[in-house]
Nanobody
Framework: QVQLAESGGGLVQAGGSLRLACQASGLVFSGSAMAWFRQGSGMEREFVASIRYSAGSTFYAGSVKGRFTISRDNDKNTVYLQMSSLTPDDTAVYYC???????????????????WGQGTQVTVSS
């Protein structure tokens, strides 16, 4: 059974940083494309960043490019999202997603990911 467990969320002041982690189990992590999405209150889920299986290719939403960095450690079955220069607009529940079928992809569409974590809340105060 596939499980994705996010951690690292919390409350931070504007301009601050947080690092989210997502540990995966039950799938071939090293062969899976991974991504982060987020959903603000009353908003649709939106793409944040993705990384292909080998960590050789990443893709970012325009709103976070230059501020967020996605990375992965295949030995630890973990994907990370380093977030800096946070603003209140970054407040959301952040979700980890996995696509074991097409590890070379950097999909931005939520429906392309088969597995999802429960999410971790990030709140940025002004």
């Amino acid at each position: 059974q596939v499980q994705l467990a996010e951690s690292g969320g919390g409350l931070v002041q504007a301009g601050g940083s947080l690092r989210l982690a997502c540990q995966a189990s039950g799938l071939v992590f090293s062969g899976s494309a991974m991504a982060w999405f987020r959903q603000g209150s009353g908003m649709e889920r939106e793409f944040v960043a993705s990384i292909r299986y080998s960590a050789g290719s990443t893709f970012y939403a325009g709103s976070v490019k230059g501020r967020f960095t996605i990375s992965r450690d295949n030995d630890k079955n973990t994907v990370y999202l380093q977030m800096s220069s946070l603003t209140p607009d970054d407040t959301a529940v952040y979700y980890c997603a996995a696509d074991p079928a097409y590890g070379i992809s950097v999909w931005t569409e939520a429906h392309m990911y088969q597995y999802w974590g429960q999410g971790t809340q990030v709140t940025v105060s002004s």
